[in-house]
């Protein structure tokens, strides 16, 4: 899965920050959501504009820019 076709940035929407398929939900939204116990399907009942492939995205999405990260050197 290629979470770019699922996560947009838009300044002029929600701050900037990433958003799921343009819409006004967060990719941290939704992994709060989803670290807070919410099943899947509570999540997506919730928010009918939500896919499954979108809640992948976003935790892919997550997973990329934790990769990145920049790590400290050990003393």
């Known amino acids: 899965m290629d979470y770019r076709n699922f996560i947009t940035i838009d300044p002029n ?9 343009g819409l006004r939900i967060t990719v941290y939204e939704v ?4 670290a807070s ?3 899947e399907k509570e999540i997506l009942d919730d928010f009918p504009d939500l896919t499954r492939e979108d809640l992948k995205a976003c ?6 820019r934790e990769r990145r ?7």
């Open 59 to 64: 935790i892919a999405f997550a997973a990329d």
């Open 69 to 75: 990260l920049m790590t400290v050197p050990s003393a």
């Open 31 to 34: 992994l709060e959501y989803i």
């Open 13 to 21: 929407k929600r701050g900037g920050k990433p958003c799921v398929r």
């Open 37 to 39: 116990d919410m099943t």
